[in-house]
């Protein structure tokens, strides 16, 4: 898209624009509806909702809030945010419903607000004072507020970048909030961030810092859920996973959400129902707890791009817990179910328990009763389980062979897979690494290698599956290790390189996260973020050594030094 546009132009050229994700329109935006699949009233509302979200943490941040409500908006924050990450909720009528609820708290807030400064409404902004009494007003509105409202590409530039952090941030917390693991400096720091994207007061390097400021919050976020994941399941442990199917029926859940596999395996438990792990679901298997359950059986198919033919094949009902749903074929349309913040059009809904229960499966576990088994796709099993705890354990060994020479690099491919045919690349460097070559790996990019017959070093396997894509801190634990071992002052010494694969907004976090860390000289790709203008860029190119990728050839040569 033509920069020297004014947004007047580009506003009046597009129905929608969004460019959070990798897989944008022509490498710089989606403006008629999203290559997700997403429409382009869906987009805006969630325009909408977040400038909505902006408008009540600014009131929140000078207000004397009673602590439910407290807990309130940081719930609600969360799970708003969330909700307009990638693939995670289509669903129009889902978003129309979340903006009046914000609306609605919006103005409880303000009446807090208007107690510690009353007769000072002129420095309220507009996120805070629009009024709207119906939708129509809302599709009005939305169109105003997007991601062009910010003339200044370099602004606007930074502004999508500390959003699309938070929404990341926003995701972890949640799944720790879950668990009964709420973090209130996190919350804080959403509040301030987001209220901070209508100051436009602030310069770039205001901006700069903030966003840097965020991967700090990045730390912590992931931190917090990596406890709350293994305080309540257990630490990972190294685990062969099956990947074939039993003659029973059987439900297939996919997303990331750990509670909701736990209830639906206390539910499924003596029913004759299995239950399979999908994509980023994978590594629930890692987790002692999970064990326990003869019925969870194993992991079926790959990565989420590919559940339009693998949910065809798997016969039974599919439960989407989080983000990574895909417009729905119609040869299981009727098979597949949505919960929590995840919504399609059209596709039934799991609400949550009242009162903190239980959510119920049991139209669910009925429907699966009376489903054929699932039809077997691959058999075998895959290893995983390489979280920092199991590492630590094995750390020992893994100086041994680094001093020996026996592990010469570690080459961190951890990230998100896709579409694309160009992520084909990562399974050809893969294959490329020479043998004395270590991929540290978490999220679903590993399923573009890590059914490949690597072998190991000395026992240690040559793919390290950390988990899911919210389990990157366990990568940043394991360089920290490493370096503490090894006894060297800047991490960036350690025999590591960083050919990392991103698609969405929980890639963003974790990599200002590595930033915030110190690391350095990290490669994206397949193509750099198209929300990063050409002088935001090179901030981090200038500063970080942020780069793409090249051919699988070039890289090697500049990963392994050769």
């Not at 009005?140 to 910010?150: F, P």
């Not at 399941?233 to 029926?249: A, D, F, K, L, S």
């Not at 439960?319 to 729905?328: A, D, S």
């Not at 790709?525 to 990063?532: K, Q």
Request: with cysteine.
């Amino acid at each position: 898209m033509n920069q020297s546009h004014t947004t007047t132009d580009l506003l009046q050229e597009t129905s929608m624009f969004c460019y959070q994700c990798q897989e944008v329109a022509g490498g710089t935006g989606c403006t008629t509806a999203g290559v997700c699949g997403k429409p382009g009233d869906v987009a805006n509302l969630q325009d909408l909702l977040v400038y909505v979200l902006k408008g009540m943490s600014f009131l929140a941040l000078s207000s004397d809030l009673p602590e439910h409500i407290e807990r309130q908006l940081s719930l609600f924050t969360m799970n708003s945010l969330f909700a307009t990450i990638t693939n995670a909720n289509f669903d129009h009528d889902s978003f129309v419903s979340q903006i009046r609820t914000a609306l609605t708290m919006r103005d409880v807030i303000q009446h807090y607000w208007y107690e510690r400064h009353a007769g000072d409404e002129a420095s309220l902004p507009d996120a805070v004072l629009w009024k709207a009494e119906d939708e129509i007003q809302f599709a009005v509105k939305a169109k105003q507020v997007g991601v062009l409202c910010t003339a200044n590409e370099d602004i606007r530039s930074l502004r999508e970048l500390l959003t699309y952090g938070l929404k990341g941030m926003a995701a972890y917390t949640y799944h720790a909030y879950q668990l009964g693991y709420p973090h209130a400096a996190v919350d804080l720091f959403l509040r301030r961030a987001l209220a901070a994207t209508l100051d436009d007061t602030l310069t770039s390097d205001d901006l700069v810092a903030l966003v840097l400021e965020a991967g700090k919050y990045g730390v912590e976020a992931m931190a917090l859920l990596d406890e709350a994941n293994t305080s309540t399941y257990g630490h990972p442990e190294v685990t062969q996973v099956n990947i074939g199917v039993r003659n029973r029926p059987g439900i297939l859940i996919s997303g990331h959400d750990l509670k909701d596999l736990e209830q639906l395996l206390v539910q499924t438990e003596g029913t004759g129902v299995d239950v399979y792990t999908h994509s980023e679901m994978l590594p629930a298997h890692y987790y002692p707890a999970f064990k326990n359950y003869s019925h969870f059986v194993g992991n079926y198919g790959n990565a989420w791009w590919e559940q339009t033919k693998e949910f065809a094949a798997f016969n039974g009902p599919i439960l989407m817990t989080t983000n990574c749903i895909v417009p729905p074929k119609a040869s299981y349309m009727d098979r597949i179910y949505t919960t929590g913040n995840t919504g399609y059009p059209g596709v039934r809904h799991i609400p949550d328990g009242a009162d903190d229960t239980p959510k119920d499966f049991s139209e669910l576990i009925e429907h699966a009763k009376s489903c054929p088994p699932p039809t077997e796709l691959e058999s075998g099993q895959i290893v995983g389980g390489f979280a920092h705890h199991t590492v630590t354990q094995l750390a020992d060994k893994i100086v041994q062979a680094v001093e020996t020479g026996a592990i010469k690099r570690f080459i961190v491919m951890a990230g998100c897979d896709g579409r694309m045919k160009s992520r084909d690349y990562y399974t050809e460097f893969a294959k490329q690494l020479p043998h004395d070559t270590v991929i540290l790996t978490a999220g679903c990019a590993k399923y573009k290698y890590n059914k490949l017959e690597l072998g190991d070093i000395g026992g240690i396997p040559r793919v390290l599956d950390a988990g899911q894509c919210n389990d990157s801190y366990s990568l940043a634990v394991i360089a920290l290790k490493l370096k503490e071992l090894f006894g060297l002052e800047d991490i960036n010494q350690l025999p590591i390189s960083y050919n990392i694969a991103w698609y969405e907004q929980k890639a963003v976090i974790v990599l200002l996260a590595l930033l915030h860390l110190g690391v350095k000289n990290i490669h994206l790709g397949p193509t750099l973020p198209a929300f990063l203008s050409p002088n935001v860029a090179q901030v981090l190119i200038d500063n970080f050594g942020i780069g793409g990728i090249t051919s699988v050839e070039e890289d090697m040569a500049l990963f392994l030094g050769a």
